[in-house]
């Protein structure tokens, strides 16, 4: 199983961002998906993430702000960003884990790992 995340950029504060992560290499209709991110000097946080059945989850940064959704047809789940902060600068990653006996839930750890995408807010 292969992630690739994509989606990032330089954007103005109060602005958007959808970030993409397509799972390569098993039907991703049986993976838990997960964001997190790293901000430079800081731990890696988790953001949010969305079950195999389509439930989420939000950590405090994002709620509000962040929407994840699924689209199983085409191997993704989607990162929506609304009105971004300059704290939100950081390397986004997308994780996957094989989740379908707990269709419900997130995990609280995750087997695949994407490479990261660049989010920089600024002006």
């Known amino acids: 199983v292969q992630l690739q995340a994509s989606g990032g950029g330089l954007v103005q504060p109060g602005g958007s961002l959808r970030l993409s992560c397509v799972i390569y290499g098993s039907p991703s209709d049986d993976y838990a998906v997960g964001w997190f991110r790293q901000a430079p000097g800081k731990e890696r946080e988790w953001v949010l993430c969305?079950?195999?059945?389509?439930?989420?989850n939000f950590g405090n940064s994002g709620k509000g702000r962040f929407t994840i959704s699924r689209d199983n047809a085409q191997h993704t789940v989607h990162l929506q960003m609304n009105s971004l902060k300059s704290e939100d600068t950081a390397v986004y990653f997308c994780?996957?884990?094989?989740?379908?006996?707990?269709?419900?839930?997130?995990?609280?750890?995750?087997?695949?790992w994407g490479r990261g995408t660049q989010v920089t807010v600024s002006s």
């Open positions: 994780a996957a884990e094989r989740y379908g006996r707990y269709p419900r839930t997130c995990p609280r750890s995750y087997d695949y």
């Open positions: 969305i079950s195999v059945d389509g439930s989420t």
